[in-house]
């Protein structure tokens, strides 16, 4: 039987983090913080989060962690969806910013 133990999340820079996070704290902050910048942008523009606009976002996000974190980072934004990743270790954060489920990961 699956793990029934609810899943338990911890606020941090405005969003709620799923624990335990296997991700150094300025790697999360600069994750949270240009998740929600682009999101907010989206939001400016009214821009729908379906489609291309959406994809740019997540490439854009994956540029950037490729440039400033070395690469392969993987990003996935999306309402909801499940995952079975293998990542570097402490390079794995999943979390959620408003409507918006996030995961982020190296390999």
């Given at each position: 039987?699956?793990?029934?133990?609810?899943?338990?999340?911890?606020?941090?820079w405005?969003?709620?983090?799923?624990?335990?996070?296997?991700?150094?704290?300025?790697v999360?902050?600069d994750a949270?913080e240009?998740?929600r910048?682009?999101l907010?942008?989206?939001?400016a523009t009214?821009?729908?989060?379906?489609?291309?606009?959406?994809?740019?976002?997540?490439?854009r996000?994956k540029?950037?962690?490729?440039?400033k974190w070395?690469?392969?980072?993987h990003?996935?934004?999306?309402?909801?969806?499940?995952?079975?990743?293998?990542?570097?270790?402490?390079?794995?954060?999943?979390?959620?910013?408003?409507?918006?489920?996030v995961?982020?990961?190296?390999?």
């Amino acid at each position: 039987m699956a793990d029934d133990k609810p899943m338990e999340f911890a606020h941090m820079w405005g969003a709620q983090v799923r624990l335990p996070c296997d991700m150094g704290d300025d790697v999360l902050r600069d994750a949270i913080e240009s998740v929600r910048e682009e999101l907010n942008n989206l939001e400016a523009t009214q821009g729908d989060w379906e489609g291309p606009a959406g994809s740019e976002i997540v490439e854009r996000i994956k540029r950037k962690f490729d440039s400033k974190w070395s690469p392969s980072w993987h990003v996935v934004i999306g309402r909801s969806y499940g995952s079975f990743v293998t990542h570097e270790t402490r390079q794995f954060v999943s979390f959620k910013i408003n409507d918006k489920a996030v995961m982020l990961y190296k390999v």
